[in-house]
């Protein structure tokens, strides 16, 4: 892994630039031939006793990127609509049950929905199985709820558990 994030960075210095697209990119490229040449990470090695596969893994989390990226943009457009017609805002706070259960997977959910524009994790229940979330624009409780669980939770649970 050592000499994965040092290819990395190797690779951000020759190319001089320091952006989260290039750094993805120099990150594939490094997997890519460390993997190719069975160096470094002992990639092949891993993917034989664990039965983990990086490409697998990061088309996983290309998968991943791409999802939030438009629902970012989705969240986006509907945020400015609701300044050009702020009297079609319908807010609303919702009860989203969980099924993700460790507290990496719960923060991670609860992170990229307050990141997505005009929503806001509030609070996990004491026993983690209920995140409540406030949303500018909640037309539809249930389907606002299949849209998180289908959604940001699935994803969730396809990165943190390979």
């Known amino acids: 892994m050592f000499l994965l994030i040092v290819m990395v960075f190797i690779w951000v210095f020759l190319t001089g630039e320091l952006t989260l697209g290039n750094i993805g990119f120099g990150f594939l490229l490094s997997a890519f031939l460390l ?28 998968r991943f990127t791409g999802f939030f990226i438009k629902e970012l943009i989705s969240a986006g457009k509907m945020v400015f609509i609701s300044i050009l017609r702020p009297n079609l805002l319908k807010p609303g706070i919702v009860a989203v049950p969980l099924d993700l259960t460790r507290d990496e997977e719960i923060t991670l959910l609860a992170n990229l929905i307050t990141l997505t524009p005009g929503t806001l994790s509030l609070d996990v229940s004491t026993d983690k199985k209920v995140i409540y979330v406030h949303s500018i624009q909640v037309d539809n409780p249930d389907k606002f709820r299949q849209e998180i669980k289908e959604g940001f939770e699935t994803r969730v649970r396809e990165v943190l558990n390979p």
């Open 35 to 62: 993997y190719s040449s069975g160096q470094g990470l002992g990639l092949q090695l891993i993917q034989r006793q664990s039965g983990f596969n990086v490409f697998k893994y990061l088309w996983t989390l290309l």
